[in-house]
Nanobody, 120 residues
Framework: QVQLVESGPGLVKPSQTLSLTCTVS??????????WTWIRQSPGKEVEWIGT???????YIKLSVRSRTSISLDTRKNQFNLNLPSVAPEDTAKYFC????????????RGQGTQVTVAS
């Protein structure tokens, strides 16, 4: 049974870097065909796709955050990571990692999510 668990700081100050980790169990992140994704949701807003990385290492990042966002695989730890520098209060959200075969859809398995608040 595949499971995903997010981890990271709950509070980040404006202009700092947000780093989140998703630990995957029940499969290896190198399994062919899998796409590993980060999404977030703020209160009262729809789920926002941030970016996806494939097992090949190819990544797809939302255009509006592409210049400051990176997603990476850590195959030794069976994890994938999100790095979001220069955060602002509008980056406050619940962040989820997700995984599944093919490009991300809302039906992909996701973790429980981790709340991130950007505030000084």
């Amino acid at each position: 049974q595949v499971q995903l668990v997010e981890s990271g700081p709950g509070l980040v100050k404006p202009s700092q870097t947000l780093s989140l980790t998703c630990t995957v169990s029940g499969t290896t992140i190198r399994t062919s065909g899998y796409h590993w994704t980060w999404i977030r949701q703020s209160p009262g807003k729809e789920v926002e796709w941030i970016g996806t990385i494939r097992t090949t290492g190819t990544d797809y990042i939302k255009l509006s955050v592409r210049s400051r966002t990176s997603i990476s695989l850590d195959t030794r730890k069976n994890q994938f990571n999100l790095n979001l520098p220069s955060v602002a209060p509008e980056d406050t959200a619940k962040y989820f990692c997700a995984g599944g075969i093919g490009p991300w859809t809302p039906s992909h398995l996701r973790g429980q999510g981790t709340q991130v608040t950007v505030a000084s």
